[in-house]
């Protein structure tokens, strides 16, 4: 009985400033993937030179998609 005891303490201990960790992160959406990135099918960051173009030392261009 002595060790649910201990375990309620340690589920009280918990804070609610913690609870903004609990939660799930959600990447953050780059509103337009480079050429390269968008052929290759790979994650763009949306800097002006995204780390996969840089890594690979190409041009980085973004040409934007016309909605229909």
């Known amino acids: 009985m002595s060790s649910q005891a201990g375990t309620s303490q340690q ?4 804070d609610s400033d913690d609870d903004v960790y609990d939660m799930p992160r ?3 959406r780059t509103p337009m993937a480079c050429q390269f990135c968008r052929g290759r099918k790979l994650k763009c960051d949306g800097r002006q030179t995204c780390a996969n173009c ?4 190409l041009p980085c261009t973004y040409v934007p998609i016309q909605k229909q």
Request: charged share 25%; no cysteine; hydrophobic share 0%.
């Open 11 to 14: 589920n009280n201990t918990h």
């Open 26 to 28: 959600t990447p953050r």
């Open 54 to 57: 840089q890594r690979r030392g």
